[in-house]
């Protein structure tokens, strides 16, 4: 039924209306709207930028588009008025518009699945949280459904098998096993009872817990999270000036060659230089001359080029996010690919942070309780690892119990606990690297390192020298206490070592990365640890402030120095490292100072992350060889280049689809990204420099 009509429209639009036809006039109106209308946006962008001194994409999609429109609209009028019709190009202006902005959706939709990772961890919260109510007396009185932004801190929470944790908390009742793959990539569940940290949006698996809020809203560990990557995809990699400045100067450039083009095709033919059939189709020179010109601005594409870094970067901290590894810029990502030191700290980071006891050996007449209970006074006030592993020992020695966790309520049972047995401390004083001093029943007690010791004129006894060092031999810590002048005992400490420290430092040794070990412990015991994982260099008995100075020693000749720690006293060695690393286990403070944020408290995640740097920056030089690439073999191509030899012109409409294109092509390739998997265990050894 269609066929019929056809020719009834072919013979209208041919007709004429006044010296016009319906045909040509139809083609101006339409795509007058498209120019102007659909293409507004171009003119409106391009404005913007000229007006700030700058010029984009937009900037030679105008030129281009209005100069096939503007030719259009001149030939149609000079043939009105004269008879002499020569070809009109308006359906080129349409086409390039249309094609430009197919491409552009193409890579919206591109760019929205390289923020996935965001919209995941949105995800996770929990709309909604069962609240505990309790009554006068304070007695559970039974439990309401609220929302989960109405909790606050300190509310009781009720979280079901298979429901979400609403909030950050502690469990005060209850024992369960939690899916933290989500937030932490540790996919193994972790099993929480009382006094245990969880995370809000992570998943209760099997029994019914009670938690008691710590954290809400933008303080809860997913929402960092969730700020952290929206910061890092906004920040700008170094290597994106290099682009910048030449998206800046290559419009210019392309315009100059354009007109070039248009000067060089046009003299030829005005001067016979070629024949006449080149330029039949086209009528005359000039429109010969005018399509290669249009054709050169078109095809010239400076958005692949800007595209080139910020989508991998982009994609590189979602994927970062899922493992576990958050990067905080698109800086960091590519200071980490050139690392050539990483530096450990040897406490809470190659050990577990989990000091124990292991001996306890007493120097004079003190009973060996009476010790305990000393030191245990003594190291009551102290933050520091090592002061609760010998407080968990002296109570469990007198009580063959364990001493609660210092969480919120469950704090103030302990401390009634510690104030039945322990003795009265009075101008107690923490002395970084080396110990603490206080005074107890009036005399001064000393406990710390051989240092704080001899500093203070007590003498340590040959025998107490010797079992010293057998002691650090194997690995163990020694502390050693004075009291009232004279050396009383000594304490041995182990913190176990964490199993995967061996293997990654053997992985990074095969990356080409060289580790090193910083610690304030005593020599003997740091070379001991240092032998067993199998690091070479070890820097001891370092002040807190030393491990910077460690750092600057190691960046003098340019190296790139990353520093993995966990604690306080790391954070000014993790700012002045060219690249920070961050233990999720460790402080608010640390993390703060960090550049990367290891969620999970592995090692492992240390050749995750700079592996994954190495990655995208191969990726972005990929994207970067991909786009100048283009537009040194398109533009030659689009100018004619090839003409004489194989008669190939292209059109400008195809060069505008060519130009679409090339930018959709580099954010795909940005989004290959997202097939990254991380080294494994098993297979890390065989990771090598490329």
Request: hydrophobic letters at 45%.
């Amino acid at each position: 039924m269609v066929c019929p009509h056809i020719p009834l429209i072919s013979s209208f639009l041919v007709m004429h209306f006044g010296p016009f036809c319906i045909g040509d006039l139809l083609k101006w109106i339409l795509v007058s709207m498209i120019q102007f209308v659909v293409g507004k946006r171009f003119y409106i962008a391009a404005y913007r930028a000229l007006r700030h001194g700058s010029t984009n994409m937009d900037v030679l999609v105008v030129i281009g588009t209005t100069a096939s429109y503007v030719y259009s609209v001149c030939a149609l009028l000079y043939g009105a008025f004269t008879g002499f019709h020569p070809p009109i190009y308006f359906e080129t202006s349409a086409m390039i518009i249309t094609f430009v902005l197919f491409g552009k959706y193409l890579e919206v939709l591109a760019k929205g699945k390289t923020s996935d990772a965001i919209k995941k961890l949105v995800e996770l919260a929990p709309a909604t949280a069962l609240l505990l109510l309790k009554d006068k007396e304070g007695k559970y009185s039974g439990e309401k459904e609220i929302d989960a932004s109405l909790v606050q801190p300190g509310d009781t929470l009720k979280v079901l098998p298979g429901s979400k944790v609403p909030a950050d908390g502690v469990v005060i009742w209850g024992t369960s096993h939690v899916n933290e793959s989500m937030v932490t990539g540790e996919s193994v569940p972790i099993s929480k009872e009382v006094s245990s940290p969880v995370i809000g949006g992570t998943m209760n698996l099997h029994g019914v817990l009670h938690i008691q809020a710590t954290k809400v809203g933008s303080g809860t560990v997913l929402s960092q999270i969730i700020s952290l990557v929206e910061t890092a995809q906004m920040s700008k990699a170094p290597i994106q000036k290099f682009a910048d400045y030449v998206a800046s100067i290559f419009v210019p450039i392309v315009i100059t060659l354009s007109l070039l083009t248009f000067l060089a095709w046009f003299l030829c033919g005005w001067l016979g230089a070629y024949p006449n059939s080149w330029s039949a189709e086209s009528s005359n020179c000039f429109v010969f001359s005018l399509m290669f010109s249009i054709s050169v601005v078109v095809i010239a594409c400076p958005c692949a080029l800007g595209l080139a870094t910020p989508t991998a970067v982009m994609v590189a901290t979602g994927v970062g996010a899922n493992h576990g590894v958050l990067v905080k810029g698109g800086d960091a990502l590519e200071r980490a690919q050139n690392v050539k030191y990483v530096i450990f700290d040897k406490t809470g980071t190659l050990t577990q942070g989990k000091a124990t006891v292991t001996t306890a050996k007493i120097f004079s007449g003190m009973d060996l309780g009476d010790f305990l209970t000393l030191v245990a006074s003594a190291e009551a006030s102290s933050e520091h690892p090592l002061a609760k592993a010998i407080l968990d020992y002296a109570f469990h020695f007198h009580f063959f119990g364990k001493l609660p966790s210092a969480k919120d309520s469950i704090k103030k049972r302990k401390e009634e606990i510690l104030s039945q047995w322990l003795l009265e401390v009075t101008d107690f004083s923490a002395l970084p690297g080396k110990g603490i001093q206080c005074w107890i029943n009036g005399k001064k007690i000393l406990v710390g390192n051989r240092a704080l010791i001899t500093e203070n004129g007590v003498n340590i006894p040959d025998e107490a020298e010797h079992f010293l060092v057998d002691m650090e031999l194997s690995a163990k810590t020694g502390i050693l206490v004075a009291y009232d002048g004279g050396f009383i005992g000594l304490i041995g400490i182990t913190d176990p070592l964490k199993r995967e420290a061996a293997v990654v430092v053997q992985g990074l040794k095969k990356m080409g990365v060289h580790p090193v070990m910083v610690t304030g412990d005593n020599w003997r015991t740091a070379q001991a640890v240092a032998k067993e994982v199998g690091i070479d260099d070890v820097r001891a008995e370092i002040m807190p402030a030393g491990k910077a100075d460690v750092i600057r020693s190691l960046q003098k000749d340019g190296s790139v120095v990353a520093m993995v720690g966990d604690g306080i006293n790391d954070s000014p060695a993790l700012a002045a490292a060219d690249v920070g690393m961050a233990i999720g286990a460790g402080t608010d403070i640390a993390i703060e100072a960090a550049d990367y944020v290891l969620l999970r408290n592995n090692l492992e995640d240390v050749i995750t992350a700079i592996d994954l740097s190495r990655k995208t920056f191969s990726r972005i030089r990929w994207n970067y060889f991909f786009a100048m690439a283009y537009n040194v073999v398109t533009i030659p191509v689009a100018a004619g280049v090839l003409f004489p030899f194989t008669g190939l012109q292209m059109p400008p409409w195809l060069a505008g689809a060519c130009m679409a294109f090339s930018s959709v092509s580099v954010v795909c390739s940005s989004l290959l990204l997202r097939r990254y998997r991380k080294p494994r265990l098993t297979t890390v050894l065989q990771i090598t420099v490329e």
